[in-house]
């Protein structure tokens, strides 16, 4: 068992969530769903062992945008319990095993601040040497350029800032073929989880988030000059309208020594619920906005082509997502409608060490990504534009280029330091995000851990086209603490 307790120091930004991934230089062709308490438990404990981690810390960050007087506030924080339980999936055997990695989060000081993640629940039913039977929360593929810019196609995802991500598995059955180097996936998947993100929720007409990162909708709107207020509310729906919207899958795999690819196609509805709305003014002018949870249904096709060095790897990774048309479901109401969005991923790594025994291991990556489409477009029932839409792209960024490092560097004293450091530009944005991730072992089950993100846009917040790093480029932070297992 594993219990880690973060300290976090009272900086000037923000303390990082707990569940800060840094990877173990393995070279996978392809990554694996793997958390950073498995990282953290590599070597210490067989992949049978169940695994637990608690931690507590606090995020500070240096000023919050768009305050209720809109001056800027130089100081604001949040405190957190952390609960994550894992019991890592048998891998090379050919038992059945039941496998779980769930994580919780909790703001001690506001309790809607709240967060369950269930990434994988399921039991690994062996058939035979070369088929099994997955039923339950899985991920069963990943596709690399869903997993480095975190659109959300193929699998949905969780995060608590929009930075660090996790991917979730999707719910229902898995039937896994293996035949030599190629692999066969058929997935059926009864229940829809969508992605989860920082909570907004309706109170007293007023639209409430639960941290800094939620995708708060606009709270007035001008009319003669004057700012009106928005008034929200939720209709009535039934939960199981939307929980019962199968997904389908179907994926191929081939892996020889040096070679790998994978294709497949996902049909289902969109990994982000969808909200229709009804839209008026009252003899007051007060805004009244009523929304309704929906799905949208898409079609995916996903692919992923990777050649391999003793050191060198070159990727090429695509995706096409085409959601339908679908209409308003009254007169009066209107609906966001998708556009196609397709976006292929080149990618190079170089790694040098030895990657067995990660004594010294060191990996530099450089990647651009090129995504086309992904707008959003509220439309009335007749097809016609709305003049309001509340979220223009599906996406975050458009023209990335990613650098990145991730070093393990072995000392003297047989204390390791491992480091990840990324920086992203984005073209289209004009802007960048800076992380930096370390973990320094002290001693066997003692870590040091530090880091921190930082975002800036030459475009202002107030932009209407509301870019990711334009909208949150006061949202640097900082964070340290330390960790202890046994």
């Known amino acids: 068992m594993v219990i880690i307790l973060t300290v976090i120091n009272h900086s000037w930004t923000a303390a990082k969530a707990a569940n800060t991934q840094i990877s173990d230089l393995n070279l996978p062709i392809l990554p694996t769903q793997e958390s950073r308490l498995s990282q953290f438990q590599q070597g210490h404990h067989p992949s049978s062992t169940f695994m637990t981690e608690v ?22 924080s949040e405190n957190y319990i952390y609960l994550a339980f894992e019991k890592p999936k048998n891998t090379g055997t050919h038992q059945s095993s039941f496998f779980l990695n769930t994580q919780f989060f909790q703001e001690l000081n506001q309790s809607k601040n709240q967060q369950l993640w269930v990434s994988e629940f399921a039991w690994d039913q062996k058939i035979n040497e070369q088929q099994s039977l997955i039923i339950g929360r899985a991920v069963p593929l990943q596709n690399r350029l869903d997993e480095t810019i975190h659109i959300g196609a193929l699998n949905p995802y969780a995060t608590k800032n929009f930075i660090d ?9 898995n039937y896994v073929q293996t035949h030599s180097e190629f692999k066969t996936v058929i997935g059926y998947y009864p229940i829809y989880i969508p992605n989860q993100e920082p909570n907004v929720s309706i109170e007293n007409h007023t639209a409430v988030v639960s941290n800094r990162w939620a995708k708060r909708p606009p709270q007035s709107f001008e009319f003669n000059n004057q700012s009106k207020t928005i008034e929200y509310s939720i209709l009535d729906y039934d939960v199981k309208d939307i929980a019962t919207q199968p997904t389908y899958l179907l994926g191929f795999q081939y892996q020889a020594p040096s070679l790998f690819t994978q294709w497949g196609v996902k049909r289902g509805p969109l990994n982000s619920i969808t909200l229709e709305r009804e839209t008026y003014a009252n003899l007051n002018v007060v ?35 085409k959601p ?28 040098d060490g030895d990657i067995q025994t990660q004594d010294k291991a060191h990996e530099i990556s450089l990647s651009y990504t090129l995504v086309d489409g992904g707008e959003i477009v509220d439309r009335n029932f007749d097809g016609t534009e709305n003049i309001f839409t509340v979220t223009p792209y599906r996406q975050q960024f458009f023209r990335p280029v990613q650098l990145s490092y991730q070093g393990i560097f072995a000392f003297k004293n047989a204390h390791k330091l491992k480091s990840q450091l990324s920086y992203l530009y984005d073209q289209v944005q004009l802007g960048s995000l800076f992380k930096i991730d370390s973990e320094y072992q002290f001693k066997n089950n003692f870590n040091f851990l530090f880091g921190l993100s930082i975002l800036g846009s030459e475009i202002s917040a107030q932009d209407p086209s509301k870019y990711f790093l334009a909208v949150n480029k006061s949202n640097d932070y900082v964070y340290s603490g330390m960790s202890y297992a046994f």
């Open 287 to 321: 805004g009244i906005v009523n929304l309704k949870p929906v799905t949208q249904q898409t079609t995916l096709a996903f692919a992923d082509l990777a050649y391999q060095t003793q050191q060198m790897e070159y990727v090429f990774s695509a995706i096409y997502d």
């Open 324 to 351: 339908d048309f679908e209409r308003a479901s009254k007169a009066d109401f209107s609906r966001p409608d998708y556009s196609p969005l397709a976006a292929y991923m080149f990618k190079v790594r170089y790694v």
């Open 165 to 173: 991500f996790e991917s979730q598995g999707l719910t229902g059955f």
């Open 55 to 76: 931690s507590f810390f606090r995020n500070a960050y240096g000023s919050t945008p768009n305050t209720q007087n809109n001056e800027p506030q130089l100081y604001s």
